[in-house]
């Protein structure tokens, strides 16, 4: 995938799919000695056994019926591995999985972060019924978002993808990604 955000979609689908109730998303970047960008996910969905936690890392292997191939982890391990990074997964059936991607930040074939903000909205707006901790932490500097405390202000009359809770949403991912760059 052209950009590391289409990789984050694809696996918080994943935890979805595995019917998780909290995902909580992490990019972490570090510009400087240590040099890495890495994306965490951990969902309280149904896990894996360690077996098949290891089997998803091949293209091969899926639990989709509708193709036979999965190629979202191995496309997302292998595209960390090849800039420099590591990739884990681990799993355990009835509470949940968690994975981490690292890329070395400064490797040349290193893709683009892409459109969090876009993502995120997305995500958040398709999905109402799951509470998204999304943090982005770029050289110490950091915030998140929260759906379930955004749901509590709104007292829960209104919904997440109402136009006028949809703009608040984007701008302030927006905002805050700008605030994460300024200083770079």
Known sequence: MKEISLHILDLVQN??????SIIELTVEEDT??????????????????KEM??????PFVTTRT????????P?????????GGSFSIESEEGVGTYLEGIYRHSHIDRPPLGDMADTMLLLIISNQQTRFVY????????YTLDTDELKRI????????????????KDFLVNNETELYGGM
């Open 154 to 169: 709104l007292g829960g009359d209104i919904p997440l993808d109402d136009p006028d809770v949809t703009g608040f949403i």
């Open 135 to 142: 943090t982005h932490k770029v050289n110490g500097e950091e």
């Open 66 to 73: 509708t193709r036979k191939v999965g190629l979202g982890i």
């Open 53 to 58: 936690a290891e089997a998803v890392k091949n």
């Open 75 to 83: 496309m997302f391990k292998t595209g960390c591995e090849m800039c």
């Open 15 to 20: 935890s979805i799919r595995a019917n998780a």
């Open 32 to 49: 400087g000695k240590k040099d890495f960008l890495k994306v965490a996910l951990k969902d309280n969905g149904c896990g894996m056994s």
